[in-house]
């Protein structure tokens, strides 16, 4: 008999209610789904005091567990009393990331959830060496909740690039939309879709640096070829034109000045590997995720939210 779908929400180590619980507990809702919440707890420190007196490390550890688990029971039960179906666990492990791997292997996830931990002295977030193994490897959905607006989504944003060359960039395309429609749909939120045509970086990906002196219309031909193919794609997914957003300029700055002036949630996007392990999905991807201007939801390729 096949397991019911769950959500799993990867609370950190630090025993404080961060955004991605109120996330967590109003998609769970949304989706009708059980939550699960892991925390993996480890101390360098006190392991290596552990090699001297193993006892005293046992006690240690054991009565820090036994007030995590408490903890998370609290927040448990206070989930609970708005209807939604949770457990917690918590784990002293090393590497968490090989820990999740074993949750993807043993239960089957939706969508994975986690904090992205905000760097207030440079208004900026910052991603943990296990967000960037979430983003880059794991084969489900992850979800990196920053300070939410609103617990759950009002306003998404579906960013694709229709100057993929591949075919697997195509369908990538379709994923996120359809990824994008049906979180939006779930949760009773708008969905807008955006493409930023950089012309630059198109002709250079065509011609070269040196021939950019010769471009005459070029700009004009590519911009026209860009448009046509965002508008085929929206029509296609049935997005409404006045929800269709076809932007010129730099990627990165134009995403982020469209999420602040429309108060976007969550922006979906996809991420792949791209020339190597620690490549995800070109420049223009990694800046932004760098720089996370809202919510991530990170789509895989052949991976996405199924209604």
């Known amino acids: 008999m096949p397991q019911t779908q769950r959500l799993l929400l990867i609370a950190p180590p630090a025993m404080t209610r961060t955004p991605s619980f109120d996330r967590a507990a109003a998609l769970a809702l949304a989706m009708q789904l059980p939550l699960h919440i892991v925390a993996f707890d480890y101390s360098q420190a006190l392991s290596v005091a552990g090699l ?82 979430l983003l880059r490897d794991c084969p489900v959905p992850v979800h990196l909740v920053t300070t939410p607006l609103n617990a759950r989504p009002h306003k998404l944003l579906a960013i694709i690039d229709v100057f993929r060359d591949e075919d697997q960039g195509h369908v990538l395309n379709d994923q996120i939309i359809d990824a994008a429609s049906k979180l939006a749909a779930i949760c009773d939120a708008s969905l807008d879709l955006l493409h930023v045509y950089d012309w630059t970086s198109a002709y250079v990906h065509d011609m070269g640096f040196g021939a950019l002196p010769l471009a005459t219309g070029i700009y004009e031909m590519l911009g026209a070829a860009q448009l046509e193919a965002f508008a085929a794609i929206a029509e296609r997914h049935g997005v409404p034109p006045q929800r269709r957003h076809f932007i010129e300029g730099a990627p990165v700055p134009s995403i982020c000045e469209f999420v602040g002036e429309n108060h976007t949630d969550v922006i979906v996007m996809g991420t792949v590997q791209h020339k190597g392990l620690s490549k995800l999905l070109g420049t223009t991807a990694e800046q932004l995720l760098h720089r996370a201007p809202c919510s991530l939801l990170a789509i895989k390729p052949q991976k996405m939210l199924q209604s």
């Open 52 to 133: 001297f007196a193993p006892e005293q490390f046992d006690l240690a550890r054991d009565g820090y567990l036994h007030t995590h688990r408490q903890w998370l029971a609290d927040q448990a039960a206070l989930m609970r009393k708005h209807g939604v179906q949770v457990t917690t666990e918590v784990m002293w492990v090393q590497d968490p990331y090989e820990e999740i791997l074993t949750f993807i292997n043993e239960m089957p996830l939706k969508l994975i959830i986690k904090d992205a931990q905000e760097e207030s002295a440079f208004k900026r977030v910052f991603f943990t060496p296990l967000d960037w193994q």
